[in-house]
């Protein structure tokens, strides 16, 4: 397996999480002018079945599918972002971020009824899943077993500063919650639609207008980066970041 290179310039990818027909419907809104506007090509994080009260922010719009559906036509792609979002579950997460999430800790089958059922409600919308957004990072050895039994073979997290293999699954790293100027590397970008996402629209258009020749796709990336391993100083790379994360985790709790 050959390992793979930072690239130069940096490339970015935008991630936008938790989208679902009661999405916030202000500040989603502003990401949709966002994306057509300078033709982004971005990961879609879509809730099949939200039942968390949280992600309620407005009135329920049916109009969210459709406009999922020209997206991703235009290219966006479709990321199965958990089930229902209702994070219960408690496990040790491969990305030691939160302790309340959807999947980890979870038995194979338990899990793979959980991808299946949410990859159906997504068809079932016009929309096909490409890759895995956890809900909350949270997700395990046997998240990643029932991903390929699901035929997932693609996943956007990881602290890595490449794409690359690992348990069988291709991982897109997502590093960034917010416009931040890279000199190398692949750089996914997260976005969380709410009141709080208003107040940084602004310098996330600037960000995107100024950097806009250097934002790929998932497709971008699939093609550039296939069966890629990490070399040894993005491992360190990856373990110095997760040290990090774990501190953090033990010092919040």
Known sequence: MRKT???????????????????HHE???QLVLLIREFGIQPILAVV?????????????????????????????????????????????????MHREVEFTGLAVEAQRARLRTGIEILRGKGLEPRLWVAPRHGFDRNTLK?????????????????????????WIPQQLWGPVN??????TICL??????CNQLEEINVFV??????????DRVRDEF????????????????MWRLRLRHARKH
């Open 48 to 96: 099949p079945q939200n039942e968390d009260p949280h992600l309620q922010q407005s009135p329920e719009d049916p109009q969210v599918w459709e406009e999922l559906c020209a997206m991703q036509a235009a290219g966006a792609a479709i990321g199965l972002h958990g089930l229902n979002h209702l994070c219960t579950s408690r496990g040790k997460s491969l990305i030691p």
């Open 226 to 241: 296939i069966e890629t391993g990490l070399g040894v100083g993005e491992q360190l790379y990856e373990a110095a970041v």
């Open 27 to 29: 500040s989603w809104a």
């Open 5 to 23: 290179k930072l690239v130069k310039p940096a490339q970015y990818l935008l991630r936008i999480d938790d989208v679902c027909p009661t999405v």
């Open 146 to 170: 029932a991903l390929q039994a699901e035929g997932i073979e693609w996943l956007s997290d990881g602290m890595a500063r490449v794409p690359f293999v690992r348990g069988g699954v291709r």
């Open 182 to 187: 890279k000199a190398a590397g692949v750089w």
């Open 192 to 197: 969380h639609p709410g009141p709080a996402l």
């Open 209 to 218: 207008k100024r950097n806009r020749a250097q934002f790929t796709s998932f």
